[in-house]
C-alpha cells in the first residue's frame, strides 16, 4: 500500500481528543493510517480505520487484529525482544511509505519514560526532511533545524522554544509578544516557554541547534 502523500501514526497512549487532534480526524481521509500495536484499538475508538498495523502485538485486542485481518489491514509482527519501540517501527514504516507528512497521535500518557522516548523519536533520520507533528489534545509538537519556521496560528495562542539537543543560537521571533534577537536559548532554563503569537505572519529563525516547537491552541 502506497502513494500516500499524509500518515496519522497512532501509538498506544491515552488520547487526549482537543481541537488539534480533531482537526486531524476530520481530514483523514487521505491519510495511511498505521498503528503502533496498540494504537490499533486506539484508531478505531478514535475513528480512524488501521490500514497498517506493526509491533509485537502484546497489546492489540485480538479481536481487533483478526477483524482488521479479515477486511485487508497489513499487519506485520515482530518478536518482543527488539532494540525499537512499536511507535518507531510504525514511524519508520510510514517513512518508508514514502509519507511527506506524518501526524502522530496518542504518543503522551501516564509514563513519562515512554513520553520522553516518543518526543525524541521526532529525531529520527529517516523522518528528516519531512513534515512530522506529534499531536495531542490542544498541542503540535515538532523539531526544527536551522532556519526560518513560520508559527502558524491564531492570535493569541501559545508557542514554546525549547533547546532540544544542546543550546540553539542565533534565535530571532517575529510576531510573538516576548521577543527573541539573535540570542540564544540554552539547555536547562525554561526561558522559551510560553510565548503568544501576536501576528498572523510570526515566525522564528535560528542558526544552530535544535528546537523543540510546541504550539498550543489559545492560552495554554
Known sequence: MSGFKKAIVVANGTPQLGQAVQAIIEHATDALVICADGGADVALKMGLYPHIVVGDMDSVSLDTLNTLEAAGAELFRFPPDKDETDLELALLEAAERGASTIFILAAMGARIDHTLSNLYLLTLP?????????VDNNQSVWIA????????????????????????????????????????????????????????????????????????????
Do not use: C, M, W
Not at 126 to 134: E, G, S, T, Y
Not at 180 to 191: D, F, H, M, Q, V
Not at 198 to 210: L, M, N, Q
Open 126 to 134: 529517516a523522518l528528516q526532511n519531512r513534515k512530522v507533528r506529534l
Open 145 to 220: 533545524q536551522p532556519g526560518t519556521h513560520p508559527l502558524s496560528g491564531a492570535i493569541g495562542d501559545t508557542v514554546s522554544l525549547i533547546p532540544f539537543q544542546g543550546d540553539a543560537q542565533g534565535i530571532t521571533t517575529y510576531g510573538l509578544q516576548y521577543p527573541l534577537s539573535n540570542e540564544t536559548l540554552y539547555l536547562g532554563p525554561a526561558r522559551g516557554v510560553s510565548n503568544v503569537i501576536i501576528s498572523p505572519k510570526a515566525r522564528v529563525t535560528f542558526k544552530s541547534g535544535t528546537l523543540l516547537i510546541i504550539h498550543t491552541i489559545g492560552h495554554a
